[in-house]
């Protein structure tokens, strides 16, 4: 399903009609995406998937530069184990902001490449059985790469993938967006 999503979306980028080269200046972006969870927590192995959402505010230097700051959250990951004949129920979520760098290679005056890398300032809550259990917090990295094409002149649809690392553990989100640039 989230390959099909990805062919798609190239798909339509390689339809799309052609966008000014104009690349300057600034933006808003916003996506939506699955977010995965596979990691073992106190002999608790979750592995399960949630809905993923991230807002951002940027300024695009020039065809190849941007930086922007932005808000991510993964949603809450959620799983049921039995425990010695006991049902529980384990929660976990994260939340958090970014501050990074985006590096593209346009391929076309409506299709580009890109790469994001920067830091996520990001705290969470643990669950078991609807009692907070822990509550982590901390500053770890996070890379992506993914396509942008263009919609309008102003308009850009993206698909990526980015990583993210969370005090030891990690997600992987897949992701479709829109950024409108001013």
Known sequence: MKSQSIIAAVAIAALTPSIASADEGLFIAASVGSADLSENFDGFAVDTDSTAYRVAVGWRVNDYLAVDAGYHNFGRFDQTFDVAGTLTDVSLKA?????????????????????????????????????????????????????????????SGSVDGSRYELDGTSSTVLSVGLNFGF
């Not at 590096?103 to 669950?127: I, N, T």
């Not at 259990?133 to 002149?153: I, K, Q, S």
């Open 95 to 155: 939340d958090g902001f970014t501050l990074g760098g985006i590096g593209s290679l346009p391929l076309s005056d409506r299709v580009s490449l890109f790469a994001r890398a920067g830091a996520f300032f990001w705290d969470g809550d643990a669950e078991i059985n609807n009692v907070t259990a822990a509550r982590p917090e901390d500053t770890n990295f996070y890379f992506g790469a993914g396509v942008r094409f263009g919609l309008t002149d102003r308009l």
